[in-house]
């Protein structure tokens, strides 16, 4: 029985219907609204409790703000600068964060030699390797792509490593008996079968590289959504300050949103979860032995009277 398929009987439950697409985007929907009424109501009444509501920006302050930014040149600008530093990096550490991955969890001798220089600089936080980027290469832009780079690198590389290790070894060795050397074993099982937790990966590092690509851009950018921020900071301009966090959150959420969608399209020969849960069958009740009498075979000892089995023994059978 699967579970799209609703036991029937007349003890079972009627099955629930999953939640349309259009009801559960309405539901998001309206828990935005509410957040955002929240927030206007507690800063245009400036509540004080513990915290100060009173000091931040009221949502129609940083809507007009947005619009007067969005209406000028510089708001693409900044857009279009943070997105570049991001998918070049990104896209860097993507690939060579799933072949070094792959090269460590495959080769012992890999793991000797890049093992642990890997892991003494993965605590170091990529902001912390802003200095070096300034001192070690000649522009600011490429230290920023570094700094993007390190930041997703190091989540899709232990995702990866600890996916390839998780692979069962029957599938390997199934390739290997039918003749497949060892590019056959990594393109038909290492690769397909480490794809999940490669893509979990990325969906953390792309996280994280935005983080990062912020906080570079306040330090030594000179164009970029951070760099925007910082400088409306100093200026004390917190509607802009906000416009620029809104506007990190959205492209965080679009970029995470698109790794999802195409890690869902590689790896469609996996079993979907639904988010509604089926319903648990109920077994049947058991009928009394009263009610039912089993055919007995002829010409037996049931065919004879006063030789069947006694009431008792037929209550202590049944319950045996």
Known sequence: MTADRAPTGPWSR????????????????????????????????????????SQFPTVTDVAHAFADRVSGPDYWTDLADSLTRIVTGFLLAAVLGVAVGVLIARSRLAEDLLGPVLEVIRPIPAIALVPVAILLFPSNEQG????????????????????????????????????G?????????????????????????????????????????????????????????????????ATIGVLGWLTSTAVELVGRRLTHWLPRTSYAP????????????????????RGGAADRPGTGPKPEEARDEHLV
């Open 144 to 179: 920023i792509v570094f700094i993007t780079f390190t930041a997703a690198f190091f989540p899709v590389l232990v995702s990866t490593r600890h996916a390839v290790r998780a692979l069962t070894p029957v599938w390997e060795e199934a390739v290997r008996t039918m003749g």
């Open 14 to 53: 009627p099955a629930r219907r999953r939640p349309r697409p259009a009801a559960r985007y309405a539901l998001r929907a309206l828990a935005l609204l509410a957040a955002l009424g929240l927030w206007q109501s507690l800063t245009s009444l400036d509540v004080d409790l513990w915290l100060r509501f």
């Open 181 to 245: 050397g060892r590019w056959r074993v990594l393109a038909s099982v290492v690769l397909p079968g480490a794809l999940p937790g490669i893509f979990g990966g990325l969906s953390v590092g792309i996280g994280v590289s935005w983080i990062c690509v912020i906080s570079a851009e306040m330090i030594s950018g000179q164009y970029g959504v951070g760099y925007r921020t910082w400088q409306d900071y100093t200026i004390v301009n917190y509607p802009g300050v906000f416009v620029g966090m």
């Open 278 to 297: 089926a319903p648990r069958p109920r077994l049947p009740r058991p009928t009394p032995a009263s009610s039912v009498a089993a055919p007995a075979p």
